[in-house]
């Protein structure tokens, strides 16, 4: 079995990520910005079913500075690149987030190329295909890129232009090979306290934080334990290497959906959870996207979308992270 870094270990997708690899019998070192959080991934391990203490090691490293990154890519076969700034609130100088993106993927790349690694797994996301000027007929493909001078919030910003400055590094003769991975919300259950964006939306409508008739918003939805086995599938299938692989599990919810697949899957637990909708806006868009290339080339199958939400919201009864349980 083979060596695999995992950066921003103690994230949600990093997280399965690593259990996934640990579950297939490869080793794993994961990085972190502070050491203090160990406890915390070994706990996540525990909630995934896999052993903390066989098979994973940790080192220090921030996207922001090149210290301890030629340390942690040392010995490693791949590299799964899942970190990336996403703070709850976003900055008002875009560059707060961009540089820390795209420089930090560019010292992934070369301590990874220095290392030896054969292959980088980045992940990137729908944010950096589907996120020009509205269309609401397109189905976004891998082709499909979000422009860069597009009037974006700054994340959408910072998540295209480093999977730019990626591929460019490698047309430019940087080593190793790269497949990249554009999730699109990534929901499925929580390993601990480290939420996504997307299961921050889960915990708000259970929480009743929203108001009662629930914005027209719509999102393309894939399960969190299928983001990590696409991202091991592109890791080390030949047919992954130069490609992108959108994440999705089919078409897009509405919220006004997902709050009726709640409702109904969890009963009383739902109870305050809006069931009314506002009406429909002529600005919303439903940016549908097709994940036919991760299916067709990587045999990816990924759960429904129904079954991501339902496994969101029971990780987080499970792990005590509802107001509602109080």
């Known amino acids: 079995m083979s060596k695999i870094l995992v950066t921003g270990g103690s994230g949600f997708l990093a997280g399965h990520c690593i259990a996934a690899a640990l579950a297939a019998g490869h080793e794993v070192c994961a990085t972190l910005r502070n050491l203090d959080k160990v406890p915390q991934v070994r706990a996540m391990m525990v909630a995934a079913g896999v052993d903390p203490d066989h098979g994973v090691t940790f080192h220090a490293a921030d996207l922001g500075r090149d210290n301890g990154w030629g340390d942690a890519a040392a010995g490693c076969d791949y590299v799964l690149h899942t970190a990336s700034p996403f703070p709850p609130v976003q900055p008002e100088d875009p560059n707060d987030l961009i540089i820390p993106a795209r420089d930090g993927t560019l010292r992934v790349l070369r301590a990874a190329g220095r290392a030896g690694v054969r292959r980088v797994v980045l992940t990137s996301s729908f944010a950096a295909v589907g996120y020009g000027p509205a269309q609401a007929s397109h189905v976004y493909t891998e082709e499909d890129w979000t422009p860069v001078d597009a009037p974006n919030q700054p994340y959408i910003l910072s998540k295209t232009i480093a999977e730019r400055a990626a591929w460019d590094f490698v047309r430019e003769g940087g080593t190793p090979e790269l497949s990249v991975v554009n999730p699109t919300g990534i929901f499925g259950p929580a390993l601990g306290p480290q939420l996504s964006t997307s299961m921050n939306i889960i915990r708000g409508l259970l929480d009743g934080a929203f108001p009662p008739e629930l914005p027209d918003m719509w999102f393309g939805v894939v399960d969190v334990r299928d983001v990590a086995d696409l991202h091991l599938r592109a890791m080390t299938?030949?047919?992954?290497?130069?490609?992108?692989?959108?994440?999705?599990?089919?078409?897009?919810?509405?919220?006004?959906?997902?709050?009726?697949?709640?409702?109904?899957?969890?009963?009383?637990?739902?109870?305050?959870?809006?069931?009314?909708?506002?009406?429909?806006?002529?600005?919303?868009?439903?940016?549908?996207?097709?994940?036919?290339?991760?299916?067709?080339?990587?045999?990816?199958?990924?759960?429904?979308?129904?079954?991501?939400?339902?496994?969101?919201?029971?990780?987080?009864?499970?792990?005590?992270?509802?107001?509602?349980?109080?």
């Open 237 to 326: 299938q030949p047919a992954a290497a130069g490609e992108r692989f959108i994440a999705v599990s089919g078409e897009p919810l509405s919220l006004l959906e997902v709050a009726t697949i709640l409702r109904e899957g969890l009963g009383d637990l739902a109870a305050r959870i809006p069931s009314r909708g506002a009406p429909p806006s002529p600005n919303a868009n439903r940016r549908r996207s097709s994940g036919a290339k991760a299916r067709q080339r990587l045999g990816w199958s990924p759960r429904s979308g129904k079954e991501a939400i339902i496994a969101s919201a029971e990780s987080l009864i499970r792990l005590k992270l509802l107001q509602t349980l109080d």
